[in-house]
């Protein structure tokens, strides 16, 4: 069965106004709240950071940059995603680059895919979702995990509709 990236969102991942004084903070606390419901084993934040060190996934969306940091499968017990809205922005090297080029992230989303045949495809509904019209800015307005994860359903059902 193929993976809807809808079918994967949860309220206990959802952290909004995350505080973090950097990507790899904001990536471990993310990481662990897959940690809390059983989808990721501890170590998935290192692997997560050291492939982010690597590849960076910041993406330049508008009018608030995005990141899309990911790891090999070894250490994710159950393929989930986790959304992070940072109460203020972190630096995430721009995906394309070596790193050199950053960008102030508002909105991090967080793939812990355990088929690794899945990757492509979660990773573009992903991006579709985030060049979604207003849904960034929906994400940083929200009051709590449903209304985002309301607002996330919503964009990802339009998106459907259109392809």
Do not use: Y
Not at 114 to 141: D, S, W, Y
Request: hydrophobic share 45%.
């Amino acid at each position: 069965m193929r993976h809807q990236l809808r079918n994967l969102l949860c309220p206990e991942h959802i952290i909004l106004n995350l505080e973090a004084r950097d990507a790899q903070d904001a990536i471990n606390k993310m990481v662990a709240a897959l940690v809390r419901t059983g989808h990721a084993e501890p170590e998935f934040a290192a692997d997560v950071w050291q492939r982010e060190q690597m590849f960076p996934t910041g993406l330049p969306t508008q009018p608030l940059a995005s990141a899309l940091p990911h790891a090999d499968p070894q250490h994710v017990r159950q393929t989930a995603v986790a959304i992070g809205v940072l109460k203020n922005p972190v630096r995430f090297g721009q995906m394309g680059t070596d790193g050199s080029i950053s960008l102030d992230v508002h909105v991090i989303i967080l793939l812990a895919i355990k088929e690794r045949e899945k990757q492509v495809e979660l990773i573009r509904q992903t991006i579709e979702l985030l060049q979604f019209p207003g849904i960034l800015e929906q994400l940083v307005a929200v009051e709590n995990p449903e209304q985002a994860l309301q607002a996330l359903c919503l964009a990802l059902d339009s998106v459907k509709t259109k392809n």
